[in-house]
């Protein structure tokens, strides 16, 4: 089977919603493609205005956070079935900068998948190692050790569902992307794990994207990979490179 590849922006802390607004339309014809899932991962106060601006576009709505309980006293947060309403269909879970700076565990970044999967969102389920881990040579452990946990008590249908993202931190954000044979090295490895956890057909259907300084210059040598089935893209997504990656 071919898997349908899938190029999300992570938009990070960017934007106010009118730069929000005006970013959709600077990118509107750039990222035509029906053979490509587009995603823009937006902050939570950009989904409405950008739900509305993405309308009769190929373009998909994606966020970036939430909370696991469904309403209630948690001031500050918002819920999966808020963000189901709004129109968001994906949502990242365990990007290492929630990992790293607000503190999230792959015990709450499990619940957090689960409650994806009710609530009727597609999880990008995030994982990678840090520089010393990469070093030191165990980053293949470390990132079984995340999936096995992250994935703990899910169907096979539901990580069939699934997208996860490999992105080694230490390409985060640097300009230092992972080399294509180190990329594909690694979400081989993440793909043949699921065969493990699973079974060879549900390895078969998730899609592993890469993540880490992906550019309209690395991204074709990137997505060109066998295990390689998409991209998750920040810096990059906020200019017109991202039409060059969709169309890599
Ligand atoms: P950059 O593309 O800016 O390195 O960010 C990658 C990332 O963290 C996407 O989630």
Redesign the pocket.
């Known amino acids: 089977m071919s898997r349908r590849r899938i190029i999300a922006g ?1 938009w ?1 802390m960017n934007k106010t919603p009118s730069e929000a607004v005006e970013l959709v339309e600077t990118l509107k014809n750039l990222v035509k493609n029906d053979d490509v899932d587009v995603v823009y991962c937006v902050p939570a106060i950009d989904i409405c205005p950008v739900a509305e601006a993405i309308k009769g576009s190929n373009v998909q709505l994606g966020a970036q956070n939430f909370y696991i309980e469904d309403k209630g006293a948690y001031t500050g947060e918002i819920s999966a079935p808020m963000l189901k309403d709004a129109g968001v269909k994906y949502i ?1 879970i365990g ?3 929630r990992r790293d700076i607000f503190g999230e565990n792959d015990i709450l970044i499990n619940k957090k998948v689960k409650k994806a999967f009710e609530a009727g969102l597609s999880p990008i389920l ?1 994982c990678g190692e840090s520089l010393e881990l990469r070093e030191a040579g165990v980053y293949a452990d470390w990132i079984k050790r995340q999936i096995k946990w992250d994935l703990t008590g899910l169907s096979a249908d539901q990580v069939k569902n699934l997208v996860i ?1 490999y ?1 080694p931190i230490w ?4 300009g230092k992307t992972a080399t294509a044979d180190q990329a594909e090295e690694v979400c081989k490895l993440i793909r043949d794990y699921i065969a493990e956890l699973y079974d060879a057909a549900t390895a078969e259907e998730v899609r592993i994207q890469y ?4 550019n309209a210059a690395n991204a074709a040598e990137l997505l060109d990979k066998p295990d390689i089935d998409g991209g ?6 906020l200019k017109p490179d991202f039409g060059q990656i969709v169309n890599a």
């Open positions: 992570n990070k990242i990007h290492s900068e995030c993202a992105e390409a985060i954000g640097t993540g880490g300084s992906m998750l893209i920040g810096g990059a997504s």
